[in-house]
């Protein structure tokens, strides 16, 4: 069973930094793409960040500067720095796995609040 489990959110005061850490547990296949995505209200997730198994990024243009992605394949991890951070930063983050083979995967999501 492909389990996700995140770790690193909090409450976090405006300039602040917080990292937030994934770990992908369960998985018999090659993991191709990990990221995260957001959700402040509604069912709409924004993508945040991802990376290839490669090492390619993408980021939303809101982030763009101010957070960074990284992962390690041997460990199966995927962490998000995230420096400057601003009230509309404030968002449930969710970790996701894309496999070579089957679903996506995701995490149970961890509360990031930016807030003085």
């Known amino acids: 069973q492909v389990q996700l489990v995140e770790s690193g959110g909090g409450l976090v005061q405006p300039g602040g930094s917080l990292r937030l850490s994934c770990a992908v547990s369960?998985?018999?296949?090659?993991?191709?793409?990990m990221g995260w995505y957001r959700q402040v209200q509604g069912p709409q997730r924004e993508l945040v960040a991802a990376?290839?198994?490669?090492?390619?990024?993408n980021y939303a243009d809101s982030v763009k500067g101010r957070f960074t992605i990284s992962r390690d394949n041997a460990k199966n991890t995927v962490d998000l720095q995230m420096h400057s951070l601003k009230p509309e930063d404030t968002a449930a983050y969710y970790c996701?796995?894309?496999?070579?083979?089957?679903?996506?995967?995701w995490g149970q999501g961890t509360q990031v609040t930016v807030s003085s």
């Open positions: 996701y796995a894309d496999m070579l083979v089957g679903p996506r995967y």
């Open positions: 369960g998985s018999d296949f090659s993991i191709y793409r």
């Open positions: 990376i290839s198994s490669g090492g390619s990024t």
